[in-house]
Structure formats: C-alpha cells, structure tokens
C-alpha cells in the first residue's frame, strides 16, 4: 500500500474576479522512501497541491474536491481536530516563503519546540534540547547559541534551514518540501538534500519535493511528476524523464534544442523558457490546455482533453502525439 | 530607549513652558479677582508682589519650574492651601477612574476585537461591528446622560452621582465608579475593538500562521501567534487613545460630579485659580508623557525588531 494517495485532488479558490482552478486534476501515489519531484512553471498549481495535503488552506473560499490517502486511509473524512494530530506529525511541509514564515515574534527554539510539545510529549527543557539537536542537523552553526535568535536576525538561508528543522522534527511520514533549496547557496543545499537522503534511508519518509532546479531532481528524485495548468501531463522514473521525455511541455521544460543550453552561470541546471502565455486558471476546457504553445498539436488534441497513458512501465504521459526517443 | 527618555523630557519642557504662557493668556487678571473687584490698588499691587506676577515672565517660569521640581506648586489663590496638598488629593481619583475605564476599555474592545476576527463574518462580529460603530460616535455626555437615565432613574440600580473615597468604602466606591468607568471606557473599547479586529485579522492570514497550523497546533494557539503581532498595534492605539482619555475624564467627571483632576481643573478655570490650574494641566501633561513612555517601552517589549534598533540588548 502506497504511503500516501492522491486522487483526482481538485482545488478551486473563489476570488472577487471568479473563480481560479489552481488544481484540476491532479493524482498520484508515494511509496514509502520514495522521492517524488513535482515540477513545472510558475502558477501550474505546484504550491497548492502541496498545501491541500494536509488540508492547510483552510479559508472559507476554497472548494477541495477529491481524495487524499494516507497509508490506506482517507484523510478527507477527517475532521478538522483529527487533522491537527496528522499536521506536522505524519505529514509536515516545508513552505515556499522562508523570509515570511517564521513568527517575527518567537525565538527560533520556541518555534522548533512548538512542534515537539504538541506530538512528542516531551518537557519543555527536553523540546529545547532536540531544538538545539535539530539545528545542528540542518547545519546551522553555533546552534546553541541561535536558538536564541529572532528570525529577523538570521539570513534567508537559515530561516529556510529553521522551517526545514521544524518539519523534520518529528519524523514524518511524508516531507512536503516546497522549493526548499531556493534561498541557499550550494553547498548547503546539498547538505539540505543530504538530511532528506538520511531521513528518506534511515526512516523511511515518502518525500514530495517541489522545484526549479533539475540539477536538484536528477540527484535526489526516484521519479518525477511534470504538471501543466492544475494537471500532472507527464509522470515517469527520474531516469526516463531525462532520457526519454515523450510530452511535449515535458521535451520543452528540459530545453529541446542544443543552444537552449540548461547549463546556468551559477551552475545550476534550471527549466528552459517556453514561449507562449499559460492558459487562465479559470476555465477548465476539455481540450489539451498547451496546444496554443505545442509545436505538435492537431485538430485532435482541441477536440477532447488527452489521458493518462502508459508509454513505459511506470511512464504514463497525457499527450496524443507523445515524442518517442531520446532528446537530441 | 535613551532616545525616547530625552524625548520626553523635551516635551515635558516644551508642555511646560506652553502651560505656563497658556494660562498667562487667560482673560482677567488674577490679582484683581483674589483681591476682589472693588479693592484698593495697594492692595492689589500687594497681592501682585507677593506672588511674583510683577516680575518678568521668564522670571516667574524659571522660579515656577525651580519650585515645581521640588514639589512645590505654590498655594491656591483661593484659600491658600498648597496646590500640592490639593493635587495629591485629587489625583488618585482621576487615575482610579481612568484606570478603571482603561481596564473596561481594554478588557471589552480587545475581547470584541479578537472574537470578531476569530469568528469573522458570525453574528458576533457583526454586533462588534455596531458596537464599534455606535460606541465611536456617541459623545461622553450623552452617553453619560443615558447611563444617568437608565441605571440610576429607571432601574435605580446604580447612583448617579457623588464620590466616596476607596479607603473610606471600597465597595461604595466601586459601585459609584462603575457607571463613570464604563462611560469613559465605552469609547476606548471601541477604537481597539476596531483596531483589534484589523490588526488580528491582518495577521491571521500571514505565512507564519499557516506554518503554526502545519505544525498541528489547535485553532487557539494559531490564534495567540497572530494576536502577539498584533499587540503592537493595539499598544500604540492605547497610547494614542490617552489623550482623548483625559479629555473625556474631564467631561465624564463634571457628569458624574466626581472630584478628581477634571472638576478641578475646571473649577480652577473659572475662578482665575492659576497656580491650582497651572499645576493640575502640568501633572496631567507630565502623565500623558510618562505613560506614552511607557507605551514605547512596552512596543519594544512585543516587537524584537524595535528592540534591536533600540539597541536594548
Ligand atoms: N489563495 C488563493 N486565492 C486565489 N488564487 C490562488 C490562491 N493561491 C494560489 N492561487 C492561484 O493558483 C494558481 C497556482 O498557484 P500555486 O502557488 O499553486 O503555483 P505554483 O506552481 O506553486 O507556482 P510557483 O512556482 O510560482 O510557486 C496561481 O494562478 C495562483 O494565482
Ligand atoms: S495533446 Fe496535442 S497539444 Fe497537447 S501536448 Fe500533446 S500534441 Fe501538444
Ligand atoms: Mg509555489
């Protein structure tokens, strides 16, 4: 049984100018130990699909639709009590925004213990002490010493350590991290990906991880998830994404042409520009939502939406004219 | 936090020297009214020597602050009793009745202010949000009228007026401050009501609640981690609220005829009372400065980023 379950989620968010479908149709399934990599251009539905999980958006104006399992069990039927015991226990999330949050008003140790008395039991001097454990894990230096700290004395880099801290705490069964390694340089984003790796080999946590950076998901992803417009349109082992892409968007994402080069001056490998607008989030039309940027559309593919197809094992792409081979 | 010292003390002396001109530029002369209208003018030049208003007005401040500092604010020109006596004897009044309203002020409106941005768009707010409106509007007086009417006349529950001291009775004097305190207050809990509900419900929907909340903590404590950043706000409210405190107290004791700072000043008005007058305004002043001292105090406090800048670490 898969760790945790996604199916058909559906987010929609009621705003004054309508309504905006930031998810539409999004499915999947994490083993344990396993990492996923959720990848796509801004405003796909990347951040929404990791906050619905444990059900964080909680305003009155979002409709959820869908399903999310946990080990077999639906959390969706949950109430809103039973979900607090799940948060930051079984399922805990790194958010996209270090600068903002973090409690202004708090230390750091009092925001990494807040965890701690809530699921583990332990005293408040026991709380500070595994604070202090857990700020040395994530490489902050001097950590005795910074649990002190305001966020607003420590950089962007270490705020982002200190929310990486908190969701690791207790040992979840599944990491969301979005865009953890975005505000660190590079050597601490792979010491960064280095605690995932140890708490994915020694404990076992199921890692949803989003990101910018392929350099990222070539290294840690056993298999990512390319999404599009609210919807995953391509879904494979690292491996094949790299070396055989069949989705358009897919194909362009990685740079299909030579002099599109994906080599960065920072070094980093990051997802190529495609030309064209994304399409509004506030319509769903069954029809395949990239043709306008696709180079390989046809009458087909405005004609109904594409499904879910394997092309492999473990390879499934939503295309009518999938490309075949690898990328030259 | 030295910085906000020596402000204060600068507006102490400027509140100083505004007061002792201010009540110079009084219509009539002291003088004459101590003598009575019909005096001789020896006796008037008599008067005037012996409390120095022939001397230069520069003179006479300096003198007047020297002696002021040292707890001694002359005598009340009416019956020569020392203004000191008379305002130790008034303050504790003022200050029990402001007290009293700052803590019906803070207790209703920070209690409406988090209820309504808690439960957002529920029948309690929208009765906060009337409240607010109405307690905003209504003047002191006609609040206090109504009270009068209605606790006093028609229910005949509380007195409408008349003061008796705390040492003499408490619970008498509890019960005849009660209709007073909650006039006074009304207007106060409905700025932080508001000002509450703003700044709560800003702070509710930050990042760092969502991070409270993925942490599995209860509604409450997602609450208490908004509401301390937004205490700031409601502090700075307060301290700006104070001056309309001590306008109101004024008007809300003339009401209620309660002897405190604000009958006496006024009394002290229309009887050309200058030295009672000068050192009433200039206590009143000197409180206004020290709690807004405090007010910035308490700001550093709540915000760590103001304590760093304030270099109290
Ligand atoms: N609370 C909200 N109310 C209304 N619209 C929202 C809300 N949150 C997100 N959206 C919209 O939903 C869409 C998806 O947003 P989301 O943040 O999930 O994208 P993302 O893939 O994480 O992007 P990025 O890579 O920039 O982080 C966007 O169009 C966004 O404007
Ligand atoms: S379905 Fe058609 S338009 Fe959509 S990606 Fe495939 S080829 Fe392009
Ligand atoms: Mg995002």
Redo the contacts between chains.
């Keep these: 049984m898969s760790v945790l379950a996604v199916e058909h989620l559906r987010v929609e968010f009621g705003t004054e100018n309508g309504p905006v479908i930031a998810v539409k149709d999004v499915s999947f399934k994490l083993e344990k130990g396993e990492i996923l990599s959720l990848v796509g251009e801004s405003g796909c539905g990347k951040s929404t699909v990791a ?1 619905s999980i ?1 059900r ?1 958006l ?1 305003d009155s104006n979002v409709t959820l639709g869908g399903s999310v399992r946990l080990n077999g069990v639906d959390l969706s039927a949950f109430s ?1 009590k039973r979900m ?6 079984e399922i ?2 790194v ?1 996209q ?1 270090p600068m ?7 230390t750091v140790g009092s ?1 990494i213990s ?2 701690l008395l ?2 583990e039991g332990l005293s408040r001097r026991a709380a500070l002490a595994r604070a202090v454990e857990l700020l040395e894990l994530v490489g902050i230096p001097d950590a005795q010493r910074r649990i002190a700290a ?1 966020p ?2 420590l950089s962007g880099g270490m705020r982002q350590r200190v ?1 990486i801290a ?2 690791v705490a207790c040992d979840p069964l599944v990491l969301i991290a979005d865009e953890p390694t975005t505000a660190l340089d590079v050597t601490i984003q792979a010491g960064v990906l280095d605690i995932f790796r140890r708490l994915r080999d020694n404990l076992g946590t199921s890692i949803v991880l989003i990101t910018h950076d392929l350099g990222v998901v070539a290294d840690i992803a056993d298999r990512v998830a390319i999404m599009y417009a609210g919807r995953i349109v391509e879904m494979a082992p690292t491996v094949a994404i790299f070396a055989a892409p069949t989705h358009p968007y897919t194909r362009g994402l990685l740079g299909a042409l030579p002099s599109r080069a994906v080599m960065q001056t920072d070094g980093r490998r990051r997802l190529t520009d495609i030309p064209g607008l994304v399409p509004s989030p506030s319509t769903d039309p069954d029809e395949c939502q990239f043709a306008p940027r696709c180079a390989s559309a046809s009458g087909a593919c405005t004609a109904a939406r594409p499904a879910a197809d394997l092309v492999a094992v473990g390879h499934s792409v939503s295309c009518y004219h999938p490309a075949v081979g690898a990328m030259l | 936090m030295l910085q906000q010292v020596i402000t204060s003390i600068v507006t102490l002396f400027l509140a100083s020297i505004v007061v002792f001109v201010g009540v110079r530029l009084l219509p009539g002369d002291p003088a004459l009214v101590l003598a009575g209208e019909t005096a001789d003018p020896a006796v008037v030049a008599a008067i005037r020597e012996q409390f120095g208003l022939n001397q230069p007005i520069w003179i006479q401040y300096f003198n007047y602050v020297g002696q002021a500092l040292q707890g001694n604010f002359g005598v009340s020109t009416r019956d020569r009793i020392p203004v000191a006596e008379i305002l130790l004897q008034r303050l504790p009044i003022t200050l029990e009745l402001a007290g009293l309203a700052i803590l019906v002020g803070v207790l209703i409106g920070l209690t409406a202010g988090i209820v309504s941005a808690v439960k957002r768009g529920s029948f309690a707010d929208y009765a906060a949000n009337v409240f607010g409106l109405i307690g905003l509007s209504v003047p002191h007086f006609w609040l206090g009228m109504l009270a009068i009417l209605f606790f006093a006349i028609n229910l005949q529950i509380l007195p409408a007026s008349g003061y008796v001291a705390f040492t003499e009775d408490p619970a008498e004097n509890l019960r005849r401050m009660i209709l007073p305190a909650l006039v006074l207050g009304t207007g106060l809990s409905a700025v932080l009501m508001r000002q509450t509900r703003a700044a709560l419900l800003g702070q509710l929907s930050a990042d760092y609640v969502r991070t409270a909340r993925s942490k599995g903590v209860s509604r409450s404590r997602e609450v208490k981690h908004a509401l301390r950043n937004s205490l700031t706000t409601v502090v700075t409210v307060l301290g700006l609220q104070l001056g309309a405190l001590i306008g109101g107290a004024i008007i809300t004791e003339q009401i209620f005829v309660i002897p405190g700072f604000g009958k006496l000043i006024i009394d002290a008005v229309s009887a050309r009372n200058y030295p009672v007058l000068q050192g009433a305004v200039l206590v009143a002043v000197t409180g206004y400065v020290l709690v807004n001292l405090a007010v910035d105090i308490a700001y550093a406090y709540l915000n760590p980023r103001m304590r760093l800048a304030g270099g109290a670490r």
């Design positions: 906050m444990p964080l909680g809103e607090q015991a799940v948060r930051g226990k805990s999330v958010f925004e903002t949050s973090l409690n202004p008003a708090y925001q807040e965890v809530r699921h305001f607003h004395e929310m908190i969701a």
